[in-house]
């Protein structure tokens, strides 16, 4: 059974930062992509960040770019996320994901994406 679990979520003060950790049992994903996606009270879930299955080619929505930085350790089947300058409207659930198959260029939809962990709350206070 494939699992992810994400980790590290918290209330922080706007401006501080938070690393989130999501790590993958149940199979490897050292040849495939993921990502992070968030979803806010009363929105759609949207697309954060990408990863490429060799670590080498990243992706970010515009609304964190040079924010937050993706990074993975395939030994360890894990992916993080590590979040700067914050800001309340980053405020959201945060969702990792993976891709089941090999892909030729990073996914930005969900539903390119095949597995799903639950979620940890990210609260930024102004």
């Known amino acids: 059974q494939v699992q992810l679990v994400e980790s590290g979520g918290g209330l922080v003060q706007a401006g501080g930062s938070l690393r989130l950790s999501c790590a993958a049992s149940?199979?490897?994903?050292?040849?495939?992509?993921m990502g992070w996606f968030r979803q806010a009270p009363g929105k759609e879930r949207e697309f954060v960040a990408g990863?490429?299955?060799?670590?080498?080619?990243?992706t970010y929505a515009d609304s964190v770019k040079g924010r937050f930085t993706i990074s993975r350790a395939t030994a360890l089947n894990t992916v993080y996320l590590q979040m700067a300058s914050l800001k309340p409207e980053d405020t959201a659930v945060y969702y990792c994901?993976?891709?089941?198959?090999?892909?030729?260029?990073?996914?930005?939809?969900?539903?390119?994406?095949?597995?799903w962990g639950q979620g940890t709350q990210v609260t930024v206070s102004s």
């Open positions: 994901a993976a891709v089941g198959g090999i892909r030729a260029r990073i996914g930005t939809h969900s539903s390119v994406y095949d597995y």
């Open positions: 990863i490429s299955w060799s670590g080498g080619s990243t």
């Open positions: 149940g199979r490897t994903f050292s040849s495939t992509d």
